[in-house]
């Protein structure tokens, strides 16, 4: 299942929003998200704070998990593990989300983020848990 653009606009949540994250790609086995960094996403230090990471990392495995069950419920991350691997400071930032292992209940997604040079900046692991509606948990 892929998203249409109201389905797009539809996924974002208030949070994404004030993030200034945007979505490029998505689906049910890889989203795409941009986020051109601002200086308010910086620590004092002037580099991006780890928590803009997580925060989208979350995201995009959460709309690709959500997608993969087609309609039958919705996925919520239940850990989240990033590893910040180069700082960045400033152009734009891409997120890459792809699933590791899709199954009834988990799913697992990885997140690969890189800066305008294809360099990896951060790296995070997503496991959801699936709300199927056909099983009465949505």
Do not use: C
């Amino acid at each position: 299942m892929e998203l249409s653009p109201e389905q797009v606009k539809a996924s974002r949540s208030p949070y994404d929003e004030m993030l200034g994250s945007r979505m490029v790609e998505a689906s049910g086995s890889r989203v795409v998200m941009e986020l051109d960094v601002r200086p308010d996403h910086q620590q004092p230090m002037g580099v991006v704070h780890g928590g803009v990471y997580a925060s989208i990392i979350e995201s995009a495995a959460s709309v690709g998990a959500t997608l993969w069950l087609d309609g039958d419920g919705w996925a919520a991350g239940i850990t989240n593990s990033t590893d910040f691997l180069r700082s960045a400071r400033d152009g734009r930032l891409t997120f890459v989300a792809t699933p590791i292992q899709q199954g009834r209940s988990l799913q697992l997604w990885e997140v690969a983020v890189t800066d305008g040079e294809d360099r990896m900046i951060a790296h995070g692991k997503v496991k959801l848990t699936n709300f199927r509606a056909s099983e009465g948990r949505a």
